[in-house]
T-cell receptor, first 113, second 113 residues
Framework: NAGVMQNPRHLVRRRGQEARLRCSPMKGHSHVYWYRQLPEEGLKFMVYLQKENIIDESGMPKERFSAEFPKEGPSILRIQQVVRGDSAAYFC???????????FGSGTRLTVV | GESVGLHLPTLSVQEGDNSIINCAYSNSASDYFIWYKQESGKGPQFIIDIRSNMDKRQGQRVTVLLNKTVKHLSLQIAATQPGDSAVYFCAETNAGNNRKLIWGLGTSLAVNP
């Protein structure tokens, strides 16, 4: 069992470019959560998805950010027209949904220059 | 708003001593709590969890205590080892918030040899 896979591990983008972050949940997990972490801070919830559905996006900025979890393939967190304030570590967690167990990926560290 | 916070931002202990990391939460509806360990450049690693119908849970070298009366959570690490050096986060959730985790700021634990 490969665990939660996130890629890329590190991503550098210039201001105004698009960033795409990928998350493949653990086998058998159909629930995906995205979190953002700024340096020396705790994680902040962004969005909760199940296959083909956004369940809770209350933590997502209203503009430039979007997420999807298609029937096939990984979950994608997309940030359009990145700004320096988007620089952070983005973590994905998955669960089966039948209990409270979560498994986290190693994160994608986005740097906007 | 609802929040989870930590009393101590940093903790330094001698190898072999016991460590206690504290956490306060404010959402009385929270029914599930998790302690995570995060090493530099890595994702959160599950340590131990506890449900609100319990006040104590033990794992290997770790114990979590929950005091619902004062909304307080603690993590005890016995015989602290250099490998325990990391940032520790408490997180809380409940069935009413789509099981998203609300995180504290973190406590940095430094183990001196």
């Amino acid at each position: 069992n490969a665990g939660v896979m996130q890629n890329p591990r590190h991503l550098v983008r210039r201001r105004g470019q698009e960033a795409r972050l990928r998350c493949s949940p653990m086998k058998g997990h159909s629930h995906v959560y995205w979190y953002r972490q700024l340096p020396e801070e705790g994680l902040k919830f962004m969005v909760y998805l199940q296959k083909e559905n956004i369940i809770d996006e209350s933590g997502m900025p209203k503009e430039r950010f979007s997420a999807e979890f298609p029937k096939e393939g990984p979950s994608i967190l997309r940030i359009q027209q990145v700004v320096r304030g988007d620089s952070a570590a983005y973590f994905c967690a998955s669960s089966r949904g039948d209990n409270y167990g979560y498994t986290f990926g190693s994160g994608t560290r986005l740097t906007v220059v | 708003g609802e929040s989870v916070g930590l009393h101590l931002p940093t903790l330094s202990v001698q190898e072999g001593d016991n460590s206690i990391i504290n956490c306060a939460y404010s959402n009385s509806a929270s029914d599930y709590f998790i302690w995570y360990k995060q090493e530099s450049g890595k994702g959160p690693q599950f340590i131990i969890d506890i449900r609100s119908n319990m006040d104590k849970r033990q794992g290997q070298r770790v114990t979590v205590l929950l005091n619902k009366t004062v909304k307080h959570l603690s993590l005890q690490i016995a015989a602290t080892q250099p490998g325990d050096s990391a940032v520790y986060f408490c997180a809380e959730t409940n069935a009413g918030n789509n099981r998203k985790l609300i995180w504290g700021l973190g406590t940095s634990l430094a183990v001196n040899p």
